[in-house]
């Protein structure tokens, strides 16, 4: 097979001076034409998938415009679609959840990365691993048999006894709502916070940990000084991966946030989000107006979480390749 | 020591317990949910939760059977549409492609593996629902065969790439050609990695409600054939957990018990083939 070693130009990266004849006769060609083909069908799913969004979405986007995003008003039965309050919804949860995980998340990475044996380290690496893999559907049951209970009897009325002059905790407390929502969305993406702001505080050269305890500054004032600035913006990409996380989530908030689309300053209060109102009103949408205004919905959800995991992704490759090329911690 | 410094030297101490404590709450729910489940489920897993279906309302027992042959069935579409598409696909992107094409594949993929589930649930709806006018079977395996691509694709390829490049070269100076070097020498040296990935995707959608919920549907009965709706476990947990009935809600938590064990030993296992003997150095 390599004396047909013609002029002929070469065909792929490795291939080198074989002809594009041989290759062919080896089955190369082949091989390649056939991967290309399975590696182009991801592509095309990809585009159809934005694609059909889009489509699908065409009467609500004509007629209601931007105006779909700024009005409250979701009713099926004079087809009048608002999605304000789903979208307030879901960025409140959202916001909850990251104010509740990102605090959480990040001290136990520091735990993970920087104090922790590499044994010890690795274990509870291997946990969170786990955790991460428990489907919402579970996480759902849980707030529906236990977090709705506690928040109902003990969390809600305490939080409105000591900070009831705050608008955020007034009302009844009725167990389900954004509060609820919130918490068991803290409770879900604390793993992926955790794991990927462990992988790049690792990252960071050990040099800069040893240089600021060579200069006399105490293990807290290293980690909190010189290695998480150093680390930030990788933890921001963790965070933001975070925030799609929690913004796409649907199984465990529509168990728990109470499915009824109001905009309230109370976190007792029960709300919608935009993926829990899609997996609820489906099935049950009747007319094109509001299947399409559903699928908007899904648009819209799509966009947010492509914007974010973007950002997220840039941040994280910015830090680990400025961390490379030294030792690791 | 002045004053300063032992201030200083508390609050590092204080800290750095904080951030323990933190560790120990994140692992800690993994122990409460496990703890929690096996109390609430292991006392409603009986025999008849795998073999009966599901009771009429207002009885009680009946099990789920139709929902695990559900879940298999759509689980095994989902590993004929995913596993192909990931695995050539991963064989293309580090064997055989040059720069401007696998950047757009990947990214291709990690935008499709940020999608939310119930995105994904709408486009197989849009795609297959409304063609066949029903919801069926084929339509959830098809949703969840498209969460599964990215996965398998993504991390496929990076265990192929690991494969020292000399393994290669070696194949290709005995004379073997291209395709030949990756099926019998790449692909061997990196199967424990694509093994894992593969298991590991399985695992990630077999939890999957979001996407089920408007494709398969869900149905009390045995589901007449791959074009008629289907019951799965995630969806039964889902439906049986917010309705009012107590007996219900102990099967909620059976299944969810039967679920969460399937994924987490899956999980588990794929870590264990991952980590003893790799034939590869692990990126």
């Known amino acids: 097979m390599a004396t047909t070693t013609t002029t002929v130009p070469s065909a792929g990266p490795i291939a080198g001076s074989r002809s594009f004849i041989s290759r062919l006769r080896d089955g190369d060609e082949i091989a390649r034409l056939v991967t290309f083909i399975f590696a182009g069908t991801v592509v095309l799913i990809t585009l159809l998938l934005v694609y059909e969004l889009w489509r699908e979405s065409y009467l609500p986007r004509h007629k209601f415009g931007f105006g779909f995003f700024v009005t409250s008003v979701w009713d099926p039965i004079f087809d009048k679609f608002g999605a304000l309050p789903f979208i307030y919804g879901t960025v409140v949860t959202a916001g909850l959840a990251l104010l509740i995980a990102v605090p959480l998340g990040i001290g136990a990475a520091i735990f993970l990365a920087e104090l922790a044996p590499a044994r010890v380290s690795d274990t509870l690496q291997f946990f969170i691993d786990l955790l991460a893999a428990v489907p919402s559907v579970i996480y759902g049951l849980l707030g529906v048999f236990v977090v709705i209970p506690l928040m109902r009897q003990y969390v809600q009325p305490g939080l409105k006894n000591s900070l009831g ?77 975070a925030l799609a996380r929690a913004l796409g989530e649907t199984m465990a908030v529509t168990m728990v946030i109470g499915n009824t689309p109001t905009i309230s300053a109370s976190l007792f209060s029960p709300g919608y989000s935009i993926a829990a109102v899609i997996a609820n009103e489906f099935t049950e949408a009747t007319g094109d107006l509001y299947l399409q205004s559903l699928i908007e919905l899904g648009l819209v959800l799509f966009l947010l979480t492509f914007l974010l995991n973007g950002l997220a992704r840039l941040l994280i490759v910015v830090t680990s390749q400025r961390g490379s090329g030294m030792g690791q911690a | 020591m002045s004053t300063r410094l032992r201030w200083r030297k508390f609050v590092s101490h204080f800290m750095l317990t904080m951030t323990g404590l933190c560790a120990l709450v994140a692992v800690a729910v993994l122990f409460f949910i496990l703890g929690y489940l096996v109390y609430h489920g292991g006392t409603s897993v009986s025999w008849n939760f795998f073999t009966k279906l599901p009771a009429p309302v207002g009885e009680v027992g009946g099990g789920m059977a139709n ?217």
């Open chain 1, 165 to 241: 002059f705050l608008p955020f905790f007034q009302g009844p407390a009725y167990g389900v709502g954004f509060l609820t929502a919130g918490i068991v969305l803290a409770i879900m993406v604390i793993p992926y916070i955790i794991s990927v702001s462990r992988e790049v505080l690792i990252s960071v050269p050990r040099d800069q940990r040893e240089a600021a305890l060579a200069l006399g500054s105490t293990r807290w004032e290293s980690t909190w000084k010189v290695v998480l600035p150093f680390a930030r913006t990788g933890i921001m990409g963790s965070i933001f991966l």
């Open chain 2, 67 to 283: 929902a695990i042959v559900g879940s298999a069935k759509l689980l095994l579409l989902a590993c004929l549409l995913g596993v192909p598409i990931g695995f050539f696909g991963a064989i293309y992107l580090a064997e055989f492609s040059g720069g401007t094409i696998a950047f757009v594949v990947r990214y291709a993929a990690d935008l499709l593996n940020g999608v939310p589930s119930i995105v994904i649930g709408i486009f197989a709806y849009s795609l297959v629902v409304l063609p066949f006018k029903h919801f069926s079977t084929l339509a959830g395996g098809f949703a969840l065969g498209l969460m599964m691509i990215p996965i398998t694709l993504r991390s496929t390829e990076e265990f192929l790439r690991a494969v020292p490049r000399a393994l290669r070269e070696g194949a290709m100076a005995l004379g073997a050609s291209q395709w030949k070097t990756i099926a019998s020498v790449v692909i061997p040296a990196a199967y424990r990695g694509i093994l894992t990935a593969i298991l590991l995707a399985f695992a990630r959608v077999a939890g999957e409600t979001a996407p089920l919920l408007f494709t398969a549907l869900g149905n009390r009965f045995w589901s007449p054939g791959w074009t008629q709706p289907t019951a799965s476990l995630p969806v039964m947990i889902f439906t049986y957990a917010i309705a009012p009935y107590d007996d219900w809600h102990r099967q909620a938590w059976a299944a969810g018990l039967v679920l969460l064990s399937l994924i987490l030993i899956i999980n588990i296992v794929a870590r264990v083939i991952l980590s003893r003997g790799v034939a590869v150095p692990r990126t």
